[in-house]
T-cell receptor, first 114, second 116 residues
């Protein structure tokens, strides 16, 4: 199994630009999670989906952030417009969906907004 | 509300010595507890979990953790540390009450440094 796949691995952009992060969960997993990791705030859950439906987006910082999951094998996290304080590592994780199950993390996207 | 605490930002241990990384939690129902490890520039990797059953859980790479309900703790242990165990370790908890959902709460992480 290829594991959770994220792209791009690194992204450098200028303030005000749109950024799109992509995630392919493990096949057969029906829950998908987006996290953000920074030195100051640690690991934060932004949003999670179950069966492609957003369940909890209370961690999304503000309206500049949006996430979609159009099908079971693909999700995007979009930031528009981006700001320097959005610089962080963004992780996608997936699980089988039952709440006892382990979440498996992707390698992350390191985002730098100048 | 669920919460988890890792009281030590960093733990230093000599190779070959036992190691302990501490974790305490707070939940309304029964806890589901997890340990993850993160190596530099990598995603989090699952080590072990406690859902129910035996309080001593064995996981990957020789790690184990003991669930202690009275002390609300789930400390990570290894009998003999290796330099390659040096990494950032995260404890996470999910409340087991019905309707708790899939949301995991992670601790702030403990940096483990194993020296020769």
């Amino acid at each position: 199994d290829a594991g959770v796949i994220q792209s791009p691995r690194h992204e450098v952009t200028e303030m005000g630009q749109e950024v799109t992060l992509r995630c392919k969960p493990i096949s057969g997993h029906n829950s998908l999670f987006w996290y953000r990791q920074t030195m100051m705030r640690g690991l934060e859950l932004l949003i999670y989906f179950n069966n492609n439906v957003p369940i909890d987006d209370s961690g999304m910082p503000e309206d500049r952030f949006s996430a979609k999951m159009p099908n079971a094998s693909f999700s995007t996290l979009k930031i528009q417009p981006s700001e320097p304080r959005d610089s962080a590592v963004y992780f996608c994780a997936s699980s089988i969906g039952q709440w006892k199950e382990t979440q498996y993390f992707g390698p992350g996207t390191r985002l730098l907004v100048l | 509300a669920q919460s988890v605490a890792q009281p030590e930002d960093q733990v230093n241990v000599a190779e070959g010595n036992p190691l302990t990384v501490k974790c305490t939690y707070s939940v309304s129902g029964n806890p589901y507890l997890f340990w993850y490890v993160q190596y530099p520039n990598r995603g989090l990797q699952f080590l072990l979990k406690y859902i129910t059953g035996d309080n001593l859980v064995k996981g990957s790479y020789g790690f184990e953790a003991e669930f202690n309900k009275s002390q609300t703790s789930f400390h990570l242990k290894k009998p003999s540390a290796l330099v390659s165990d040096s990494a950032l370790y995260f404890c996470a908890v999910r409340d087991g009450i019905t309707g708790g959902g899939n949301k995991l709460t992670f601790g702030t992480g403990t940096q483990l440094k194993v020296e020769l």
